[in-house]
């Protein structure tokens, strides 16, 4: 029997003994991420992994963390909790895909006013399940009840991720060159950024958010709420079959911002308007909120979560390969030799 109890702390608004009870209800959504290089379980001070370096000759460790922003405001309003610890895992190994790294485990805290375990629970099942898509370990967290500074029904979630590359296999954006194209991967939505503009456009504190849009096919707050897409599994299968050039995980700061991050100096991306499939969500949010179409492209990712950037000759065989890996991918774009950065027209 645990003597670990603390009334005085109880009344201070801390319970521990919510604190063990939230860990083994999360055991066994963590027990679905467990791979074969895990040499620890919960609760330990640390999360051991051994290192499988078959075929890597200079071992690279890549690393990324982040949260999930406002989005998070939607799922208390909503009181559904399991799935934003997916968008919690896929904004951290998305952005460390890029590099051409594979995770190998990642690691959460929750920071919560009063520790509900099974809401906790609910919040870990959504880690869990993002780990599983993104294929590595979820090796540790924490959980931090923190009374007086978060109101007792809200929270706060971030992660964070480490993987590995070979050095000779990083990606490698100076080897692009005039022609090239970008295959775009769509996104499953609004994924998990915009969210401070998102909610104030649909007044998301009062909205009926469980009312069926026809535009949508679904109610607006299963639409906000849709989760992050990860795209790990599909982009390694692409990296095994064809050079990939550069990749760009499009998030906060739209076409904008992020797809410049991962060109060649002296090179632009040249898109035409027609050619992305923008998502409906996106024209009921240009449509609502009256959001000029640059501001738009700005912000959001506009049904294009991920763009990877390879030899026009490589394009047939990326597709086919994306394609069989379950991403209806397509031609976005092309480089061109030019300083604008992203040129949509």
Do not use: W
């Amino acid at each position: 029997m645990s003597k670990s109890f603390s009334d005085s702390y109880r009344e201070a608004g801390v319970d521990v003994t919510a604190g063990y009870r939230a860990v083994e209800l999360m055991k066994e959504h963590v027990q679905r991420t467990m791979t074969s290089a895990v040499l620890t379980g919960l609760g330990g001070f640390g999360g051991l992994l051994e290192l499988d370096l078959t075929g890597i000759e200079k071992p690279v460790l890549v690393s990324g963390t982040d949260g999930v922003g406002t989005k998070l405001r939607l799922a208390m309003l909503l009181d559904r909790h399991n799935t934003v610890g997916i968008d919690c895992v896929a904004m951290c190994v998305n952005d460390i895909i890029c590099c051409g790294a594979k995770p190998l485990f990642f690691l959460d805290y929750i920071a919560v006013g009063k520790n509900y375990p099974e809401k906790v629970a609910a919040i870990v099942s959504g880690v869990a399940e993002g780990c599983v898509q993104a294929g590595c370990a979820l090796v540790g967290g924490e959980t931090a009840e923190m009374p007086g500074f978060y109101p007792i029904d809200e929270y706060d979630l971030a992660g964070f991720a480490v993987g590995i590359v070979d050095k000779a296999k990083i990606l490698d954006k100076e080897a692009q060159k005039p022609g090239d194209l970008l295959i775009a991967l769509p996104s499953s939505g609004l994924h998990s950024n915009g969210f401070s503009l998102v909610r104030k456009i649909f007044n998301v504190e009062t909205a009926d958010l469980s009312s069926q849009v026809e535009d949508l096919g679904c109610s607006l707050g299963e639409a906000l709420l849709t989760p992050t897409k990860i795209y790990v599994k599909p982009m390694l299968a692409l990296f095994d079959k064809v050079t990939v050039k550069s990749v760009a995980h499009i998030t906060g700061g739209g076409f904008y911002e992020n797809i410049p991050r991962a060109l060649k100096a002296g090179l632009s991306a040249k898109i035409a308007l027609g050619d992305v499939r923008v998502l409906p969500i996106f024209n009921l949010i240009e449509r609502m909120g009256k959001v000029p179409q640059h501001d738009m492209f700005n912000t959001f990712n506009m049904g294009v979560g991920m763009v990877a950037c390879v030899a026009k000759e490589d394009a047939g065989l990326a597709l086919e390969t994306l394609r069989a890996a379950g991403e209806d991918a397509y031609i976005l774009g092309e480089l061109v030799e030019s300083n604008e950065g992203v040129i949509l027209s």
